[in-house]
């Protein structure tokens, strides 16, 4: 996981895809300001928009194991767990992991980390969008990266129906707020 440094970079994160209409705006508006991202996908999601998914990995973004039907670790078993993840895996070719709502137990983790073969890296997040609070205003949404962002945060929001009505009101405004204090966007 990248440190919070001095030097002037982001990292975005994508959670939830692909999705139909998201990721394509998603990657449309990271295209525009020259940016990378790292995107967390399920493995349903992938295999039912393959096409959108090779075109994350044509553009050069990066892509991370989010499980194959989003579960939470902390309401479901560790075999089954792990299962899940590894059916994902079947589909996502990443050692990068992100545990849907951020959930995931001490055991899980730990076999994720020192018993998988190949092991992973979980990757947490420091800022938090809030993009898929569906009572949160797109402008909340904004206000929360923009104050609580800085060199070497990663932030995430989710390319998914739930969140896009936020996501796509933020996206555009943190890239662009980001861009003119002259900050890159880099993929981990």
Request: hydrophobic share 35%.
């Amino acid at each position: 996981m990248p440190a919070e440094t001095g030097e002037k970079v982001l990292y975005l994160t994508f959670d939830d895809g692909p999705h139909e209409t998201a990721t394509p705006f998603v990657l449309d508006q990271l295209k525009a300001y020259g940016a990378e991202g790292t995107f967390f996908c399920i493995g349903k999601n992938v295999q039912q928009y393959r096409d959108i998914y090779t075109r994350i990995l044509d553009e050069g973004h990066s892509i991370g194991n989010h499980t194959q039907n989003h579960i939470n670790g902390w309401k479901t078993a560790d075999k089954p767990y792990i299962d899940n993840i590894r059916q994902a895996a079947q589909y996502i070719d990443s050692q990068l992991f992100r545990p849907p709502y951020g959930r995931i137990s001490r055991f899980q983790a730990n076999f994720l980390q020192k018993i998988a073969n190949p092991a992973y890296r979980i990757i947490m997040w420091s800022v938090l969008s809030g993009d898929f609070d569906v009572k949160l205003a797109p402008e909340k949404c904004l206000e929360n990266v923009v104050v609580n962002a800085k060199p070497g945060s990663i932030i995430v929001f989710h390319d998914s129906t739930k969140a896009w009505d936020r996501m796509s009101y933020t996206l555009p405004r943190v890239l662009e707020h980001f861009s003119k204090q002259g900050y890159t966007f880099k993929k981990l």
